[in-house]
């Protein structure tokens, strides 16, 4: 593994021969309409975002706090102030509440999402139900989720609101997908690289035999556990290898974690909870 790495921002590290990595921006949990959503700290997250320059955009749910329109629409207009050609949209569990998921179809189209290009395969599912805050996958997706990974692809990502995985620093654990096990199983047969993922607001990173889940914090509220910050992930895919950061608005970014794409080699930050910087 390479020890020297360029912090994003700087419009994507090149690598040893010269090529650039395909960047992949995670943002997550807006909570727009909630009283702990912080509009400067979107703001500035968005010019980040348009500086970087991201290949690709992904947001994993809860855009609302309570899925009304009026949310919903706050949502967009950040949304679609991100320069980005292709930005992928799943919704989360508070985007499910007072039958909000009618206006994330009116505004985004399908609760599902797929994005095939440069040899980096994207697949995203809604794993909300409605007025619950645990999440679901379910038999009758299994195969669909299957049949779009059967595109020849170098690296292949699923997105979802809930984790997979539970999330350290978290508290009791209730929440997460509950077909979590299956859900994996079909993952790792699709030879999925990696999972992104918010919902629990602490940016993390587990391995799974040959997968990588990531989840992100949450980019512009207050709801934050312990001495957790507003933050987004940035994902670089190299060739050789793949780097994942926590960047924080308006402030500096740390690893999250970065693995080889060849061998079985990761290094993983071990900052928890109690130990993020202040």
Avoid at 35 to 53: G, I, K, T, W
Avoid at 112 to 130: K, L, M, N
Avoid at 149 to 170: C, E, N, Q, S, W
Wanted: aromatic content about 8%; glycine content about 8%.
């Amino acid at each position: 593994m390479n020890p020297e790495t360029t912090l994003p921002g700087s419009g994507g590290a090149e690598t040893e021969n010269g090529e650039k990595p395909f960047i992949i921006a995670h943002i997550s949990d807006m909570h727009a309409g909630s009283q702990y959503f912080v509009p400067n700290l979107m703001d500035r997250a968005v010019v980040e975002l348009n500086e970087l320059r991201p290949n690709v955009v992904v947001t994993t749910g809860d855009l609302t706090n309570e899925g009304f329109k009026q949310e919903y629409l706050l949502a967009k207009s950040y949304l679609d102030k991100i320069q980005c050609e292709d930005l992928l949209v799943v919704p989360g569990n508070h985007d499910a509440r007072n039958v909000g998921y009618v206006h994330f179809e009116e505004m985004y189209g399908s609760r599902q999402t797929v994005c095939h290009r440069d040899g980096i395969s994207i697949v995203g599912v809604d794993s909300s139900e409605p007025d619950l805050d645990h999440g679901t996958i379910g038999r009758h997706r299994y195969k669909w989720i299957a049949d779009q990974f059967t595109v020849k692809a170098d690296f292949r990502v699923f997105l979802l609101h809930h984790h997979l995985l539970p999330i350290p620093g978290t508290g009791r654990e209730r929440n997460m997908v509950y077909d979590a096990g299956d859900t994996l199983e079909v993952l790792q047969a699709c030879n999925v690289n990696l999972i992104l993922s918010g919902h629990k607001h602490v940016p993390y990173a587990w391995r799974l035999e040959d997968i990588y889940t990531v989840n992100a914090g949450t980019v512009c509220t207050l709801r934050l556990r312990g001495k957790v910050r507003p933050c987004y992930n940035v994902i670089e895919i190299g060739r050789e290898e793949v780097t994942i950061w926590r960047k924080y608005p308006f402030h500096d970014a740390d690893l999250i974690i970065k693995f080889s794409r060849s061998d079985e080699a990761f290094e993983k930050s071990t900052m928890n909870v109690k130990e993020q910087p202040s």
